[in-house]
């Protein structure tokens, strides 16, 4: 298994500039691919509905603006890619290729933001995530959610600070269920590489974490030496508990179940995913 194609939709906020280092992190142990995805919104969107008809004219002016905008978020873009590509030393190139190094391309479509992502994030490995914050786009927002919970892709979200390397050693959240199982499988690559592997689980009277021993005798299958820990998470969020271990512990991976649901916004997220994705200190894998 290997991770060849990693997805980075970019808006020309300040915030690519992580996604994209996070993304070059990510893939040197497999000299992969990162494709920079830069969406120019519908036309049609950029017109609001006031209730009363507005002149060709008036109707125009706002798509020509949002024209202009678009154009200028899209030049920061492929400007923010080309200094992150330059500093990590990764080949720009005009489409994906296998290197024995990593590359990077940048690509335009139109239309709704989440749409094209979604269709992009079919023929890709890893989608790729700055941290996710309540006052940021609210189009970054809705796409995370449609490709944690929609997809079947895994995602990366990417830290305040992205990380020289990645995936060194890493600690494995697990509580036994659907979601922590298809996020292990998913980041088997990264576990196959990682020096040290951690499954970590949160110690709670009457709350059964999983079956972490057999969940080392499955990585074992794999090749993967792991190490079980018990976490005393006492009354605290997990989410708390998992990333104040995982950052005290020096991990420099978390990998995680996702628990995204279908509404957006303020209500788009369970608990533990909000709380991850807002404030995630070190890369997160993550799989619904």
């Known amino acids: 298994m290997s991770i060849l194609k990693i997805l980075v939709p970019v808006t020309g906020s300040?915030?690519?500039?992580?996604?994209?280092?996070t993304a070059f992190a990510a893939a040197r142990p497999f000299n992969a691919h990162v494709a920079a995805l830069f969406v120019h919104p519908d036309a049609r969107e950029t017109v609001p509905y006031v209730g009363v008809p507005l002149s060709p004219q008036v109707i125009q002016d706002l798509v020509d603006s949002a024209d202009v905008i678009a154009r200028a978020a899209s030049k920061a873009a492929r400007a923010m890619l080309a200094v992150a590509a330059d500093e990590a030393d990764v080949r720009i190139v005009a489409a994906p290729e296998k290197r024995d190094s990593?590359?990077?391309?940048?690509?335009?479509?139109?239309?709704?933001?989440?749409?094209?992502?979604e269709e992009a994030s079919i023929l890709s490995d890893l989608i790729v995530f700055p941290p996710i914050g309540h006052g940021d786009n609210p189009d970054v927002h809705d796409g995370f959610t449609r490709i944690l919970t929609k997809s079947g892709r895994p995602v990366l979200l990417s830290p305040e600070k992205a990380p020289s390397v990645m995936g060194q050693k890493v600690a494995l959240g697990w509580d036994g269920g659907m979601a922590a199982a298809h996020a292990l499988t998913a980041a088997l690559p990264y576990l196959e590489k990682a020096n040290e592997v951690h499954v970590l689980s949160i110690g709670r009277a009457r709350q059964p974490h999983g079956d972490v021993e057999a969940v080392k005798a499955y990585l074992a299958l794999h090749g993967i030496t792991a190490r079980a820990d018990v976490v005393d998470g006492g009354t605290r969020a997990v989410s708390e508990v998992l990333l104040e271990h995982a950052l005290r512990n020096g991990y420099d991976l978390l990998v995680i179940g996702g628990y995204g649901h279908s509404r957006m916004l303020e209500t788009m997220l369970g608990g533990v995913t909000q709380h991850i994705a807002s404030q995630p200190g070190l890369p997160v894998f993550m799989m619904h």
């Open 102 to 117: 990593v590359t990077a391309s940048y690509a335009e479509k139109s239309g709704l933001f989440v749409n094209r992502l």
């Open 14 to 21: 300040p915030r690519d500039d992580v996604a994209l280092r």
